[in-house]
């Protein structure tokens, strides 16, 4: 990368497509007209070539040893974005299945993917927090789980309301487990074999667009109709190891790069987590230093350490927050247009600097204009 274009790159708070490492960029620039042995662009390759295969091989590797995914769950790399999970994953686990399925609602995807899911069957809507305008997420005893439910769906991070689970939900016995860990995915550690599925797109905290991550228990991908469009079955991608069709090669390269970067640059999840809870600690301690100016989004206990959200006190304030801001290079600020607000997103690649010069800026404005 040019000396002048690493110069000219901000801090960006962008909710997604969102920042990636600067080293990986690097090295994508390094690769691009000519992958190293390869005599072409990753983008110019065959999918069935053995470059590619490599590639994607490694991608999936680095995925299951930052988690520690058993062989027990297969690792898709899907197109359609976390979208398409909206319905896949009803089509697949509840369409026909005489049962219904639990859906936790704590904010804007959540809602969305129950949209899609009453499609394809019984929703259950076993908790939602739309009374307090998603402000929080459920507790043990907050809803009753059901035995008998095709699975229970939560959303582990809802990325526009900056809530997020600080543990997996109680589901009924035996039921599969169902997480939409899109904008958290990669950002701590967690128990694979607690879930059924778990699902990323890519976009916000591991990758470019393009790409959707689908880790799936084995048992469930029996569960699927042979009625169903072939791209929808999760076992036509299981057996063809992600090659059913063309795969979204150039997103699951960078995706690989950026898995590679978090195992021997970051040195694993827990130290990329350690991470996060510091920059997040910055930005909610300065909130918390001038609570009657920057007024947070979500409950204490329920802060996403991913999406943070707070309001000013009036519209004016607000707009010359996001344009002073802006002068200092610290970009993408303003809210989702349906909660509005600053959301500032920190996800991995948003390096500690950037996390500091935020909360220094938010602690001097707040005194200017307090
Ligand atoms: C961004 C996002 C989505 C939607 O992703 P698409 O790839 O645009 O379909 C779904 N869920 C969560 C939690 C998200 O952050």
Redesign the pocket.
Known sequence: MSATATAERVFNFS??PAALPLPVLQEVQDELLCYPGAGASVMELSHRGKVFIDIMEQAEASIRSLLNISDDYAVLMLQ???????SMIPANLLRDSGKSAQYLLT?A?GK??IGEAKKEGTVDIAYSAAESNFDRVPTAGDYQTDDNAAYLYY??????QGVQFQSEPQTGADVPLIS?????FLSRPLDINKYGLLY??A??NAGP?GV?VVIIRRDLLERGSESLPGYLNYKNHASNGSMWNTPPTFPIYVLGKVAKWLQNDIGGLETMEAQNRAKSALLYGTIDKHPEFYLGHAQTDCRSMMNVTFNLPNEELLGQFVAEASKQNLQNLKGHRSVGGIRASIYNAMPHEGAQALASFMDDFANKNG
């Open positions: 909710a997604g359609g974005g976390a979208a398409l999970q909206f904010g995807w969305k993917a959303c582990s991070n809802e990325t526009i939409d860990a899109s904008s958290d990323a797109c976009q916000k667009a959707t």
